[in-house]
Structures are given as structure tokens and as C-alpha cells.
């Protein structure tokens, strides 16, 4: 199976030939993998170099002449370093583009802390307009990169993983959450690539599971729904910084009496490299510390 990453190139490479509009900009990372591309359309494939600041600005840039910019780079260097850039170029401008990320939260562990960016969609959430996809399988990401590009001018995020879930379930058609499993104790929500984890650690348990792969906007009547039928104990299973989506997830319950587990990358900095895996279990996010977690909130 491929990687969301290879599949990005494969996806954008063969839109950028039918898709007079697109336009891609790149700050190094992933370049090898599009030159062919970038051969084919010089003036629609640009590379600016290590520069992240002046990817997003010639993104923006691009934007005001009709064209629909995709940017790319790491995500600690696309929404992180840039973040001016991409409050003013996009936001201030009322322009529309597609961020595309790779290796978010603790993808690369050996890239070090500069490569991580589990905070990257909480920042996205101080401004106004984003809309935010975390797919958890190649497929998805196809179809939500899809999705993206032929959004007109919205501004859009999308997230990929290094993690991907066995198989994929295609996004709903409203990009809504999907209701992957029913029960009466709570609602679980998973997000993109944690999905298999959570129903790993949720195998037999009475409990609701929710899948999201579109986490902006926040899918309020999914929750709604999914705590008017079980418990209204909400249990948030994010591959991104604990509690992200914690005030959304109030705000959708706001006149129901409710509690909320936000579970996802802890702050505390982790000094060593290690692998993906270690990682995820030293965040509590394997199957095993979820369903510790999840059993101990819900009794």
C-alpha cells in the first residue's frame, strides 16, 4: 500500500494536467516526486526553496490572480513557522488556498522536536474559515485532496499521516462523522489514522463510536445525535494536541448535561527519538492505554 504522501503526488500530479487552475507550491520537501510535474506545467509547479514564509506568501500571491494554490511542507513548517504569513496572505486577503501537510505530529520522531507540529490544527482554530481534514487511509486522503481542490476559494487543511487505519471507509458525502459502531455507555470519537486503535481498545465495550476525517467544521449534529441515543459521555481520541477539540465538542452539547475525555498528543516534550510506535504509547494513544483510559472515564 502506498503512503498518503505518494499518494498526494500521485492525485495532484495528474490533476495539475487537468486542471488548468491548480497550482502547486513547494519549499523543497517532496520535489523530487514532482518533477515530472513541475516539467510539464514550469509555471504552475514552483519551487521556492526552504523558504516557508515566502511558500505561503506565493501562495497567497497566486490566490489573487484565480489560480488554486496547494501548498506543501512539513506541518510544523507550514502552519507553524509561517503562521503570519498564513493569518494575513489567506485570511486577511479572503483568499483560498490548500495547506497540505506531511508528518504532523510525530511522524518523522527522527527529524527531532523542529519536525513535530502537534499543535498545528489547535492554531488553525484562532482563525476564522479553515476547513480541516484528517484522513486515516491513503484512499481518504484522495478523496478528501479531491475534495479540496474543487472547493472554489475556500481555505482548506489537509493533514496527512505517516499512521494510516487497515482499510478505509470512504468520507461521508456530507464529510460529516460516521457512525462506525453503536452503544449506550458513550460516544467515542476517533480521528482519522487513530480509528483501528479505538476499536481495538473499544471491542466489546457498550459504546458509540464515531469516525472523523473532516474535523473542521466540528460535525455538532453527529454528537448530538450519537449522545441523544447513548450516554452523553464524550470521549475525544485525537492523533493531534489533547484537547483540540474539546470546546467544539462542549459547544455542540452546550444545553446538554455532559462530560468530556479529551485524549490526544500530551505537551510534555518527549527528549528521545524512538519510533512512531513508541511514541503513540508514550502519548497513550495504543490500543491499550486507550481502553485503560476510556474504561476508567466511563465508570
Given at each position: 500500500?502506498?503512503?498518503m504522501?505518494?499518494?498526494f503526488?500521485?492525485v ?8 488548468p487552475?491548480?497550482a502547486l507550491v513547494l519549499?523543497?520537501?517532496?520535489m523530487d516526486?514532482f518533477r515530472p510535474?513541475?516539467e ?9 526553496g526552504?523558504?516557508?514564509?515566502l511558500?505561503?506568501g ?8 484565480g489560480l488554486?494554490p ?8 507550514l502552519?507553524?513557522?509561517p503562521f503570519?504569513?498564513v493569518?494575513?496572505?489567506?485570511g486577511?486577503?479572503?483568499?483560498g488556498?490548500?495547506l497540505?501537510s ?13 519536525h513535530?507540529?502537534p499543535?498545528?490544527v489547535?492554531?488553525?482554530d484562532?482563525?476564522d474559515g479553515w476547513?480541516v481534514h484528517?484522513?486515516?487511509h491513503?484512499?481518504?486522503a484522495?478523496?478528501?485532496?479531491r475534495?479540496?481542490y ?10 496527512l499521516?505517516?499512521m494510516s487505519n487497515?482499510?478505509?471507509l470512504?468520507p461521508?458525502?456530507d464529510?460529516?462523522?460516521r457512525t462506525?459502531r453503536e452503544?449506550g455507555?458513550?460516544v467515542?470519537?476517533?480521528v482519522g489514522?487513530?480509528?483501528?486503535n479505538?476499536?481495538a ?13 473532516t474535523v473542521r ?5 453527529a454528537l ?9 459521555d464524550?470521549v475525544?481520541v ?9 470546546a467544539?465538542?462542549?459547544q455542540?452539547?452546550?444545553?446538554v448535561?455532559?462530560?468530556?475525555l ?6 510534555a ?6 519510533t512512531?510506535?513508541?511514541?503513540t504509547?508514550a502519548?497513550?494513544l495504543?490500543?491499550?492505554s ?10
Amino acid at each position: 500500500m502506498d503512503t498518503m504522501r505518494e499518494r498526494f503526488i500521485s492525485v495532484t500530479s495528474r490533476l495539475l494536467d487537468e486542471d488548468p487552475r491548480l497550482a502547486l507550491v513547494l519549499a523543497e520537501i517532496t520535489m523530487d516526486g514532482f518533477r515530472p510535474a513541475q516539467e510539464r506545467h514550469p509555471d504552475r509547479v514552483i519551487n521556492v526553496g526552504i523558504r516557508e514564509q515566502l511558500l505561503v506568501g506565493v501562495g497567497g500571491g497566486l490566490a489573487l490572480t484565480g489560480l488554486r494554490p496547494v501548498l506543501h511542507t512539513f506541518a510544523s513548517f507550514l502552519v507553524e513557522r509561517p503562521f503570519e504569513q498564513v493569518k494575513l496572505d489567506f485570511g486577511h486577503q479572503d483568499t483560498g488556498g490548500v495547506l497540505v501537510s506531511s508528518s504532523a505530529s510525530y511522524d518523522w520522531p527522527a527529524g527531532g522536536y523542529t519536525h513535530m507540529s502537534p499543535g498545528d490544527v489547535a492554531l488553525l482554530d484562532t482563525l476564522d474559515g479553515w476547513t480541516v481534514h484528517v484522513p486515516g487511509h491513503p484512499d481518504e486522503a484522495e478523496a478528501l485532496l479531491r475534495h479540496a481542490y474543487a472547493a472554489g476559494d475556500d481555505r482548506v487543511y489537509v493533514r496527512l499521516s505517516q499512521m494510516s487505519n487497515a482499510a478505509p471507509l470512504p468520507p461521508a458525502g456530507d464529510l460529516g462523522f460516521r457512525t462506525v459502531r453503536e452503544g449506550g455507555a458513550g460516544v467515542v470519537v476517533a480521528v482519522g489514522p487513530l480509528l483501528d486503535n479505538v476499536l481495538a481498545a473499544t471491542e466489546g465495550l457498550d459504546v458509540t463510536v464515531l469516525y472523523a476525517t473532516t474535523v473542521r467544521p466540528f460535525d455538532d449534529e453527529a454528537l448530538r445525535a450519537a449522545a441523544g441515543r447513548a450516554s452523553a459521555d464524550v470521549v475525544l481520541v485525537e492523533p493531534y494536541l489533547a484537547g483540540t477539540s474539546a470546546a467544539a465538542a462542549g459547544q455542540a452539547l452546550l444545553d446538554v448535561p455532559h462530560r468530556v475525555l479529551p485524549l490526544g498528543v500530551g505537551r510534555a516534550e518527549l527528549r528521545r527519538f524512538g519510533t512512531i510506535e513508541e511514541h503513540t504509547a508514550a502519548h497513550g494513544l495504543d490500543a491499550g492505554s486507550l481502553r485503560q483510559r476510556i474504561t476508567a472515564f466511563l465508570r
